[in-house]
Structures are given as structure tokens and as C-alpha cells.
């Protein structure tokens, strides 16, 4: 992905500005889990703040104590130089500290200026009404102030990822945020898209808004950051200045080992058998004539612009969406039918989101492992419950499952850890063709080292993977070869050794 230039403006002087928001000695523990550790941190007015950590390491927790979805168990609040209490959602609003999550709080079937305001509408003439005209209007000037040219009246189910994201920094904005917290918000953006939000960032900076922003991305946190705090195990490690440290020392900070962040791995030579072949694959979802073959022993990209079409083949292929034309034939044998023939005939998805379509996120997280091992583990339809969680205790070692007991319920897990819980329900079932779609997306570098270990395990002991990536490194780094999409249609196939960014980008963005 290329890089918007560093945000300009100095570092704001602590040795004589106030901070506008100090923690001190914040605690937080759940059952079996001590997620924040006598964590202190400080904002102060129109910095960008970055915070580091592998998933789990406590970023979240921090952040849903900041804005009082959390309660402490200790530690102390200070709001420009003055004790203040933050127990709830309400208090840190007061403050004007806001949030936008990973996973966004709008309700789509409402419009945009009613989600900007949904809950402080104001008043029509008549009792008991909304003043329509005025949320309109009030939602129009709150969105030309960060520069977003859109029609209010909107809903926002019919918005993109990116727009979306702009009209929740909208409704923070709306609730005079001074302190704007953004969790990986670059997550799901094209190139383009990352350097309106940048230019975004910077006007609220120059007015004053003090931005926390948690990311993986050692190029953002280079080019936007003034500070960056690390956080490990619950623990705050420290607190440095972009100017004083590399990428790779961050790395062992967070980590508190090396990590190797070119993902190295052994290339197939000679690949296997083609275990899928995809011939003409047509779809209402928007693709065309997709034309593409995978064999065992081997990593293939699908790379190309957000909203090319890429997670839409992966869906079409394991059967979540119906097709209007073209064959596919996995293992020699055509294949056509829903996502249960799929995993039958040993085809696993490992979806983009993985809390609305990859997990249960009310069940434990043995439960979520052996889900789609069910008719291997149990052939004769009783269920062991003693076999179930001897699989679930095998995999959470395997894949270093961070959590108290596999009892545990997998929506209390870190992003990183679900994933990995995703990934493991499919090697219990024994899957031999493995879809990756966005495999590492909002998932720290010592986590993305891993399950690319992981996936060059699976394929060097002759499974095969397809892997969908906004992480044009990721693909180059991983892949043996890859298909490039643009508009709905394979632009074109790049073998190893045509295997650049600069290529990547070429197909994807401009016609042959």
C-alpha cells in the first residue's frame, strides 16, 4: 500500500502544554484474565497518539476503559490537571472522548443525518415529533466540516466501508469529540480512501482534537504518529517518540521476542495435482468470467482494489452465494451447491468478518472448533464431549490460543485470537483447500508471523490455499503466484517472478 506523507505540524510540547486526558494506574481483570496492568497513559491536544500491541495484549480494554464501556478496577482519571470519574458512556462523552471501533455502531436501514443524531434529534414544532429539516441541515454542516460531500438523507446501508467510517468520525465530531479514539480504521480502505481519512485527520489536529489511533501498520504509525505507547500482556512497556525507535525495535517491544516481518517461506518448486479449477464463473454478486486454478502444495494470491470482486469469487467457490454461469471442479469432480457440500468435500472459508460469519460468538470456544468437524469427529452421531474438548485442547496449543480455559467464551477473546479460532475449526475438519479472505486484517505483526506459518505448514503437507489480501506485501511475500481483479474480472495472472507491488497495482488499477 503506498503511504500518504507524514501529517505535517509539530509535536505537541509536554513540558508546557497540559495533557488534556491522563490515566493513571489503570487495572482491569476479568475471570482468568488480567488485561490491564497498572497501565498509565496521557493524551494531549492535537497529537496523534499511537497505540501498539499484539492482540490481547490490552489496546481494547484500554480503550472501553477510556470511554467508559469498562469500569476500572483502579487506577485514576484526570481531565486537564483535574480529578474526574469515567464509569460510564455518558461521563466520557461529557469529556468528549469518542470512539470508532473496528466494527462500526451505525444502524444501516436509518440514514446518515438520522445516525448522527440518533439520540439528540432535535425537536419539531409539534410535541412529540423530530425536527426533520433541521437534523438535515445540522447533519449537512456537520459533514461539510470534515470534508465528506454526501447526501445526509442516505441510508447507510447502501454506503461503502469507507464511507461508512467517515460518517462515524462524523457523529463524533457532531458530539464536539475532543478526544477521538480510531481502532485500525484503515482496515478495509483502498489506497485512496487512507489518504482522505489522513487529510482528514490532519484538519482535526490543527483544530485541536487529540487522536488515539491503534494499528498494525508500522507505515502508519511512522508517518501520522507524534508519540507511541506499547502495550504487552496487559502492561505498559513504554512510551517513544517515532524519531527515537524502528519498526523492528517496536516489534520486540510489543512482542517481547524478534520477529521476522518478511514472512519467509520455502516456494513450491513444482506444485501438486490442481485440486481447483475455476472455468467461466459467473455471479449476480458482480463477478465475470472468472477463470482460475489452484494446486496442492501451493499459496495463490487474489489480490486487486477494495471492491474488485475478490471476497465475491471466494464466496461463489464455497457455495454462500448462487452463481448464473461457469464450472467449478474441486479434486477432479464438479461441484455446485451450498457451503455444506463445500466443507464435505473439503473446502474451508475463512471469511473477512470473522464475528458475523466466521464464528459463534456466544459459545465456547471449544464449540467453535469442532463445529465443522462434527460429522468427521462424531461418524456415528453421538457426540463425545470428552473427544470434543481433547480436539479443542489439541488446537488451542497448536495455534497458541490465547485464552483461560477452552471453556471460555469466544466473543471475550482478542480479534487475533478469535481469528485463530476461525482458522482451527478447519483443520479439525480436515479441510484440504483453504480460502483466506483477509487472513491478518487487524491482527498484530507477531500474530501475522504465525499464521503465515501456519498456512505454508498446511500446503507444504499438501493442502492448497487461496488468499485474498489488501496487503499487496502480504501477497508478494506469501504467494507462490497470483490472480489480479479489477471491475469484477481477472485482469491478469502473475507468476513469482512477475510478483511486485508496482505489477499488482498496475493490473488492478488501469486497462491492459
Given amino acids: 500500500m ?35 496492568d497498572d497501565v498509565s497513559f496521557a493524551i494531549w491536544p492535537g497529537e496523534v497518539h499511537m497505540l501498539l500491541g499484539e492482540n490481547g495484549a490490552g489496546k481494547s480494554s484500554l480503550m472501553k476503559v477510556l470511554c467508559g464501556a469498562y469500569s476500572a478496577d483502579s487506577g485514576d482519571f484526570y481531565y486537564k490537571g483535574e480529578r474526574v470519574a469515567i464509569a460510564s458512556t455518558v461521563d466520557a462523552q461529557k469529556l468528549g472522548i469518542a470512539v470508532i471501533f473496528q466494527e462500526f455502531s451505525l444502524v444501516p436501514h436509518l440514514d446518515i443525518a438520522q445516525n448522527i443524531f440518533l439520540g439528540r434529534e432535535p425537536k419539531g414544532r409539534m410535541p412529540g415529533t423530530i425536527g426533520r429539516r433541521r437534523v438535515l441541515a445540522d447533519a449537512r454542516h456537520v459533514l461539510d466540516s470534515i470534508g465528506f460531500d454526501i447526501d445526509p438523507s442516505i441510508a447507510v446501508h447502501k454506503l461503502g466501508v469507507a ?208 463445529v465443522s468437524a462434527l460429522r468427521k469427529l462424531f461418524p456415528h452421531t453421538l457426540f463425545d464431549p470428552r473427544q470434543a474438548q481433547r480436539t479443542a485442547d489439541g488446537l488451542i496449543k497448536q495455534l497458541r490460543i490465547a485464552t483461560p480455559s477452552a471453556r471460555q467464551t469466544v466473543g471475550l477473546l482478542s480479534g487475533g485470537n478469535q481469528q485463530k479460532v476461525v482458522i482451527g475449526k478447519w483443520l479439525a475438519a480436515g479441510a484440504k483447500l483453504f480460502i483466506f479472505d483477509e487472513p491478518t486484517r487487524g491482527i498484530d505483526v ?19 490455499a487461496l488468499m485474498i489480501s489488501s496487503e499487496q506485501v502480504e501477497i508478494c511475500h506469501v504467494c507462490d503466484r497470483a490472480y489480479v481483479m479489477r471491475e469484477g474480472r481477472i485482469a491478469g495472472h502473475l507468476s513469482r517472478a512477475e510478483l511486485t507491488e508496482e505489477n499488482i497495482v498496475r493490473l488492478g488499477m488501469h486497462h491492459a
Avoid at 452465494?321 to 468435500?345: C, M, N, Q
Fill in 446 to 464: 507477531g500474530a501475522k508471523s504465525e499464521i503465515f506459518a501456519l498456512i505454508d505448514r498446511l500446503v507444504a503437507e499438501g493442502a492448497a
Fill in 163 to 370: 464511507q461508512q467510517q467517515m460518517v462515524e468520525i462524523a457523529k463524533a465530531i457532531s458530539q464536539n469529540a475532543r478526544i477521538l479514539v480510531m481502532d485500525e480504521p484503515t482496515a478495509a480502505l483502498s489506497d485512496r480512501e487512507t489518504e482522505l481519512l489522513f487529510e482528514l485527520i490532519a484538519r482535526l489536529k490543527a483544530d485541536g482534537v487529540a487522536i488515539v489511533y491503534i494499528s498494525h501498520r508500522m507505515a502508519e504509525v511512522f508517518a501520522l504518529g507524534d508519540r507511541i505507547t506499547v502495550l504487552r500482556d496487559g502492561r505498559r512497556i513504554d512510551e517513544v517518540r517515532p524519531a527515537d525507535v524502528t519498526p523492528d525495535h517496536l516489534v520486540r517491544m510489543m512482542v517481547g521476542r524478534t520477529v521476522d516481518m518478511t514472512y519467509p517461506r520455502n516456494f513450491a518448486e513444482k506444485a501438486g495435482k490442481i485440486l481447483l479449477e475455476v472455468k467461466g464463473l459467473t455471479a449476480p454478486t458482480g463477478i465475470t468470467d472468472i477463470n482460475l486454478e489452484i494446486r496442492a502444495g501451493e499459496i495463490v494470491g487474489l489480490c486487486g482494489l477494495v471492491g474488485s470482486g475478490r471476497s465475491e469469487v471466494a464466496r461463489a467457490i464455497f457455495g454462500a452465494d448462487p452463481t448464473t454461469g461457469g464450472e467449478i471442479i474441486f479434486d477432479g469432480k464438479p461441484i455446485s451447491g451450498g457451503p455444506d457440500l463445500a466443507v464435505r468435500r473439503g473446502i474451508a472459508l475463512i471469511p473477512e468478518s470473522r464475528k458475523s460469519e466466521g464464528l459463534a460468538l456466544l459459545r465456547s470456544v471449544t464449540d467453535n472448533l469442532v
Fill in 2 to 36: 503506498s503511504m500518504a506523507l507524514p501529517i505535517e505540524g509539530p509535536a505537541p510540547r509536554t513540558d508546557t502544554v497540559p495533557s488534556l486526558l491522563e490515566l493513571r494506574g489503570i487495572s482491569k481483570q476479568f475471570p482468568g484474565v488480567k488485561a490491564l
